[in-house]
C-alpha cells in the first residue's frame, strides 16, 4: 500500500470504530456486524478463490464448523476470545482432513466436490443437532452489542490484514504464479501442492473466525443455520463482483451485496440474489477482473486523458 | 429390503435421467450446467401451469421439451456461445461459473413468479401401484424407468444414426478437426445444449409428480453430477448404470442408517470416488 492512502484509510477504520459511541441505534449495529462478517468471509475465500485460483463451493462448511465449535466451547464457560481460537482451529481441522483430498481434484472437480461437502455437513449437523441453540438467561443478561462489534472488528481488520500480507509475501506470490501457469511454476520450484494447502488452512482458519462471530452475535439459531450453502455462494458472489484476487474486492463486494439486500429486504423472495445472481454472470462474461477492475479502467483512462489535456496546452504555448 | 430396493432402482433410473442432460453437455462441448437442477425445476412450474389448465402431466412433457427446447438456445446464445473456442480447462471453469449465476437467479426468479411454497401435480392415477412377485411397484415410477431406457435408446440411434448426431460425435472427439472437415461447430453446440436442457423434461415431470420447490434445483443437479462422475465423463451409456448404482446405494443406506442419511450417503459415495478413482467406475473404451 502506498504510504499516502494510509492516513484515509486509518481514518476511515478511526470512524468505523467510533460507531458504537456515536450511535444507539441496534439495527445499525447489527448491519455493520454483518457487514464485517461478509468481509471476513469473503476476504479467506478471496484467498483460496481469487490467489489460489481454486474455486470453492464449500466455504460454509469452514464457516458453520468454527460457529459450531465457538459456540460449544463458548457456552461451556470460557471466555469468548479463546473460543474463537478454537472455532478457527476446528475449521482449519476440517480443511486438514477433508479439505486437501479435495485439493488433489483437478481443477473442474474441486467446485463441485467443495459444495458436495458442504452440502453433507449441513444435512450431518442438520440431523445431529435438529434443535434451535439458545443461550441461557445469564448470556442474554451479559449481552452486550457493541462488544460483539469490536470483537467482528478486531477480526475483519485481521483478516483483511492476514491476506494482504500475505498476497505480498513470497508465499503469495508463488500461489499467484501458480494459478496463473501451474506448470511453469512447477518447472522452476514452486511447489503447487504445499502452497495450495497453506492457502486453503488460512483461509479456513479466517472462514472459522467468521462462523465465531456469528456463533457470538446470534441469540438463538438452528446449529445448522451457518453451514446452509447460501454462506458458501456469498463470498463466490461478492468476491468475483467485486474483484477476484485484489483486497478492496471482496470489501467492494459486500458493500454491494449488503447494500441491495437491505434495499430489497422487504419483498417476496430473494430479489437481491436474482440481482446478483445476473450481476455475476454480466461480470464473468464481460469483465473478469470485477467492477475494481472497472474503476482502476475509469481512473487510467481519466489520467490518460487529463494527460493529453495538458500536454496539448503545453504544445500550444510553445 | 426387496421393496427397498424396487424404489432405490425406480429412484436411480430417475437419477439416470436426470445426468444424461449433465453427461451429454459435459461430455460434448464440455460445459457443465450447474444450472440443469434449476432447468429441471423451471420445467416442472411450466408442468404445472399446463396441469392447471386440464393437460395431464405425461402428455404435457412435449410442450415442456419444446419449451425448454426453446429457452435452453436462447440461453445458450446470450450466455454460453462465447466459450465455444476456450481450451477446455477454461470452458468447464467459465460455464460452471456462469451458470452458477444462472442458477441463483432463475431460483429467485421462479421464486418471484410462483412463491416459495412447495407444490406437487397429482392426477388420480399418482397413487396406484400393482403387484409383483409381492413386492409393491408404483406405477409413474416404473413409467418412469421405462421413459429413461427409451431415452437412452433415442439418444443412441440419434447419435449412431444420423447425420447430425454423428457430426456431435465428431464435434465431441475434436472439435478443432471437426470444423474443418465442415462441421457447423456452434451450430450442433446450439443443438447439443438445447437437446440435454430439453431432456430435462421428463425429469421435470416425474419431480413434478412427487413434490418441488423453487429452490431445489441444485439438490437435483447434485444427484445428476454424482451419477455423472460415478459413469465416467462423458460416457452417456454408463449414466442408466450408474444411475442404478447410486438409486440402490441411497437405498441401502436408508435401510441401515435411516431416511435422513440418505443424502449423506451419496454424496459422500461420490466425494470418495472422486479422490480415488477420479474416471468414473462405468467407464468403457471408446466410449462418446
Known sequence: MHSRKIIPVILLLAVIALFPVMTRSEYILNIMITFFLYVILSESWNLIGGFAGQISLGHSAFFGIGALVTRLVWLSGIPVIPALFAGGIGAAALACSVGIPCLRMTQAYFPIGTLALAMIAQITIGNIFPLPGSLSSEYVAAYNLSSRYYLAFAVGIFTVLTVYLFARSKKGLALVAIRDDEGAAAAVGVKPFQHKILALLVSSFMAGLGGGIFAYQHVSYFYSAPFELSWAFLPTLTTFIGGLGTISGPIIGSVAFLALSELFVLNLGEIHLLVFGATFVLIVMFLPKGLFSLSVGIRSFLRDWALRLIGRGEAKKL | ?288
Open chain 2, 1 to 288: 429390503m426387496g421393496q427397498t430396493l424396487v424404489y432405490g432402482i425406480l429412484n436411480g433410473s430417475l437419477y439416470g435421467i436426470i445426468a444424461l442432460g449433465i453427461a451429454l453437455v459435459f461430455g460434448i462441448m464440455k460445459y457443465l450446467n450447474l444450472a440443469q437442477g434449476t432447468l429441471i425445476i423451471l420445467g416442472a412450474y411450466i408442468g404445472l401451469y399446463l396441469s392447471q389448465l386440464g393437460l395431464d402431466p405425461f402428455l404435457s412433457i412435449p410442450v415442456v421439451m419444446v419449451a425448454l427446447f426453446l429457452f435452453a438456445a436462447v440461453l445458450f446464445k446470450t450466455c454460453f456461445s462465447r466459450l465455444i473456442n476456450f481450451d477446455e480447462e477454461e470452458k468447464i471453469k467459465n460455464s460452471l461459473l456462469i451458470s452458477f449465476g444462472l442458477m441463483l437467479f432463475l431460483d429467485n426468479l421462479i421464486t418471484v413468479i410462483w412463491t416459495s411454497d412447495e407444490r406437487s401435480i397429482t392426477p388420480a392415477y399418482s397413487g396406484i401401484t400393482f403387484e409383483l412377485f409381492g413386492l409393491r411397484i408404483p406405477l409413474i415410477g416404473l413409467a418412469g424407468a421405462l421413459l429413461a431406457v427409451i431415452l437412452i435408446l433415442l439418444l443412441h440411434l440419434f447419435l449412431t444414426r444420423t447425420y447430425f448426431g454423428q457430426s456431435v460425435v465428431a464435434v465431441s472427439q475434436d472439435q478443432e478437426a471437426a470444423s474443418l472437415m465442415g462441421v457447423n461447430v456452434s451450430l450442433t453446440f446450439l443443438t447439443s445444449f438445447a437437446i440435454s436442457v430439453s431432456i430435462a423434461s421428463i425429469p421435470s415431470m416425474l419431480i413434478a409428480l412427487q413434490s418441488f420447490s423453487p429452490t431445489v434445483g441444485l439438490h437435483w443437479f447434485n444427484k445428476g453430477i454424482v451419477v455423472v462422475i460415478l459413469s465416467g465423463i462423458g460416457n452417456i451409456y454408463g449414466v442408466l448404470p450408474a444411475g442404478l448404482f447410486l438409486g440402490i446405494i441411497e437405498a441401502l443406506s436408508v435401510y441401515i442408517f435411516g431416511p435422513s442419511y440418505r443424502e449423506v450417503t451419496g454424496l459422500a459415495v461420490f466425494v470418495l470416488i472422486l479422490i480415488l478413482v477420479p474416471k468414473g467406475l462405468f467407464r468403457r473404451r471408446g466410449a462418446a
